[in-house]
């Protein structure tokens, strides 16, 4: 294991203070968080805005694409088995060609959308939706505790929250990971990292694949669309 020492930086999740030292691998430090599992990268190594956004700007997001759609899906079809018809939806981190939320609009469902560099429009978060969705983008937060939160905040009672990420199961190897190569990429989550966060919302919570994670906000008596039941 790759566990040393205690560290002076703070969990930017659960902002624990005792997080220790995971790896340091060619490009970076990676430090754990013993209470909520999360692994996250020094900030001294992250990115400028300006590299960051060089990268973003590469990204194949095509609309037309039908290989991205499918991609998405993983996502958007068992968020379509739990929300019902003519739901008022958020899509946090749609990127420059904002697929996901057309696929929600495309089945008759009202949609907004955020992108720190894409859809700047902090209004967005003035209101309250039946659900939110955020694909690929939850591991490139600098300080998920607030942003995440602040999603939470937005949902209304009984409302939906779906996340796409890739997820540190225990059988991958971190070091050799391919999720790590990405220099944008800077927060990995476990599933016990999801589970404190369905704790710390009081909230149910599901695992759907292996990198689709909804969580329902307590509230009002919801009844998915398709009879699907949580477990």
Known sequence: MFFSAKHTNPCPLCLSPGTGHFLHDR???YLH???CDLIFV???HFLTLQDERERYDLHNNDPDDTRYRSFLSRLCSPMLNHISPHSKGFDFGSGPG????IMFAEQGHEMSIYDFFYAPDLDVFNQHYD????????EHLHHPQVELDRLWSCLKPGGILGLMTGIRYDEIDFSSWYYIRDETHVVFYSPKTFDWLAQ???AE???IGDSVVIFRKAGKNHTPASGQAWI
Do not use: M
């Not at 659900?131 to 939850?138: C, D, N, P």
């Open 98 to 101: 904002p697929l996901l939320s």
């Open 131 to 138: 659900f939110i969705t955020s694909s690929e983008t939850i």
């Open 27 to 29: 490009q970076r430090e």
């Open 42 to 44: 020094h900030p001294a």
């Open 205 to 207: 919570l599901q695992f």
């Open 200 to 202: 710390h919302w009081r």
């Open 33 to 35: 968080c013993p209470v």
